[in-house]
């Protein structure tokens, strides 16, 4: 299966700041990634959905010009939340769909705005 | 459209005890279902899926879930409780497709601690 890291595994930033966030599928070539985030202590929320080389689909409710998606190769999509406030500190999580049911998942990204 | 309910936001067991996490679906067709663990400051971890095969599923670390039709179920259990066990669980249900880009929804997470 599809092995998934994310960079960075935690940051900081100040409000107003923008914040890039990279998923990598390592051995897997992934036409679709998808976006969560995890507010403390709740479940995951479906952010979008990005497919390479075309622009990604945003869940009802998500500010896609707040959070840009780019999905430039198989192998990479960056989120990067614009104007970053506290109220965008979260967990941030991707996955990867692999064939047939799997679903492989990042290991997160915290981000905590001050 | 499709949503799962976990029946339990926290869940205590003694070690050695048996785990049941409950978890209910809706979906207006077939769907694939899933259980998920989270431990601490870390991503999700696929426990066992549920991919319309067999109705009772083995995953890792000793878990499984029984998938029912009749009660719209797909609770998770465990024999016997380790210490190791303690985490977050969440249950998630997509449909039964393969284009590619289905919404895997979650449920609301039970976590699950363990008493020495």
């Known amino acids: 299966g599809a092995v998934v890291s994310q960079h960075p595994s935690w940051v900081i930033c100040k409000s107003g700041t923008s914040v890039k966030i990279e998923c990598r599928s390592l051995?897997?070539?992934?036409?679709?990634m998808f976006w969560y985030r995890q507010f403390p202590k709740q479940s995951l929320m479906l952010m979008a959905t990005s497919n390479e080389g075309s622009k990604a689909t945003y869940e009802q409710g998500v500010e896609k010009d707040k959070f840009l998606i780019n999905h430039a190769s198989l192998t990479l999509s960056t989120l990067t939340v614009t104007s970053a406030h506290p109220e965008d500190s979260s967990f941030y999580i991707c996955?990867?769909?692999?064939?047939?049911?799997?679903?492989?998942f990042g290991p997160g990204t915290r981000l905590t705005v001050t | 459209a499709q949503s799962v309910t976990q029946l339990g936001s926290h869940v205590s067991v003694s070690e050695g005890a048996l785990v049941l996490l409950r978890c209910n679906y809706s979906?207006?067709?077939?769907?694939?279902l899933f259980w998920y663990v989270q431990y601490p400051n870390q991503g999700l971890q696929l426990l066992l899926k549920y991919t319309s095969a067999a109705t009772l599923v083995k995953g890792i670390n000793g878990f499984e879930a029984e998938f029912k039709k009749s009660e719209t179920s797909f609770h998770l259990t465990k024999p016997s409780a380790h210490m190791s066990d303690a985490a977050e669980y969440f249950c998630?249900?997509?449909?039964?497709?393969?284009?590619?880009?289905?919404?895997?929804?979650f449920g609301t997470g039970t976590r699950l601690t363990i008493i020495p």
């Open positions: 996955s990867v769909r692999t064939s047939g049911s799997r679903a492989n």
């Open positions: 998630a249900v997509r449909p039964l497709s393969n284009f590619g880009n289905e919404k895997l929804t």
């Open positions: 979906s207006s067709v077939p769907p694939y």
């Open positions: 051995d897997f070539q992934a036409t679709t």
